[in-house]
């Protein structure tokens, strides 16, 4: 038996030459989608027909929506947290600075938040990827769309950037912890979670999160 795998894995048509990713067909001679993002511009793409924001070497694009992201930023006090679903926009949540900070309250305790949209320049130094299923992406769309539209509260404790990735990453279906007073390198090596794994014959030592496996030859 022969599986049709086409581009980026979809399933090819020879009989119309398209290739089918679940929620749309993709034609390669144009380079587009056949039919709009149902994500629409919570995609992050400007063109609701494109492919991966045209940069199908480094994504994809499996049910025709994309996958979601959690991305761990490093630098000041205490890292930072941001999410992307659909294509290439990034989020995170952020004290609003416009706002006076009430030294009363401590340091950006209770204060009013704002979610905004991460420079594209800024690279993150670790990215957790997850597939959900296209209902939880949809949901995961609706939950960034409205977090834009909502007014936040801002709590360095447990309503920060690791609160709102958490909430995230449980719309998505993915085991989260709840956030509260938890640093983002903590939710990152909570969520990269590898099993032990079996030696190959050669010897060499690994570093996998922040355990650290000897292997010898027998």
Not at 79 to 84: A, E, F, L, Q, T
Not at 154 to 158: D, F, K, L, V
């Given at each position: 038996m022969?599986?049709p795998?086409?581009f980026?894995?979809?399933?090819?048509?020879?009989?119309?030459?398209?290739t089918?990713?679940?929620?749309?067909?993709y034609?390669?001679?144009t380079?587009?989608?056949?039919?709009?993002?149902l994500?629409g511009?919570?995609g992050?793409d400007?063109?609701?027909?494109?492919?991966?924001?045209?940069d199908p070497v480094?994504?994809?694009?499996?049910w025709?929506?994309?996958d979601?992201?959690?991305?761990?930023?490093?630098?000041?006090?205490f890292?930072?947290?941001?999410?992307?679903v659909?294509n290439?926009?990034?989020?995170?949540?952020?004290p609003?600075?416009s706002a006076?900070?009430?030294?009363?309250?401590?340091?950006?305790?209770?204060?009013p938040?704002v979610?905004?949209?991460?420079?594209?320049?800024r690279v993150?130094a670790r990215?957790f990827?997850?597939?959900?299923?296209p209902?939880q992406?949809?949901n995961?769309?609706d939950?960034v769309?409205?977090?834009?539209?909502?007014?936040q509260n801002?709590?360095?404790?447990?309503e920060?950037?690791?609160?709102?990735?958490?909430?995230?990453?449980k719309?998505?279906?993915?085991?989260?912890?709840?956030?509260?007073w938890?640093?983002?390198?903590?939710?990152?090596?909570y969520?990269e979670?590898?099993?032990?794994?079996?030696a190959?014959?050669?010897?060499?030592s690994?570093?996998?999160?922040t355990?650290k496996y000897?292997v010898?030859n027998?």
């Open positions: 022969r599986l795998l086409g980026a894995g979809g399933l090819f048509d020879p009989d119309t030459g398209l089918r990713f679940v929620w749309r067909d034609d390669a001679d380079g587009r989608f056949t039919a709009l993002d994500l511009k919570k992050g400007s063109d609701w027909y494109g492919y991966c924001v045209d480094n994504r994809v694009d499996r025709g929506l994309a979601a992201k959690v991305y761990l930023y490093e630098g000041g006090p890292d930072h947290i941001g999410v992307s659909g290439s926009t990034v989020f995170g949540k952020y609003d600075l006076p900070n009430d030294p009363s309250k401590g340091f950006y305790m209770n204060v938040g979610i905004r949209e991460e420079s594209p320049s993150p990215t990827t997850f597939s959900p299923s209902e992406e949809k995961l769309g939950f769309g409205r977090s834009l539209e909502t007014p801002y709590n360095i404790g447990n920060s950037c690791v609160g709102y990735g958490c909430d995230f990453l719309i998505g279906g993915v085991d989260a912890p709840d956030g509260k938890t640093h983002p390198q903590q939710l990152m090596d969520l979670r590898i099993p032990p794994i079996e190959p014959s050669d010897g060499f690994v570093n996998l999160n355990e000897e010898k027998d």
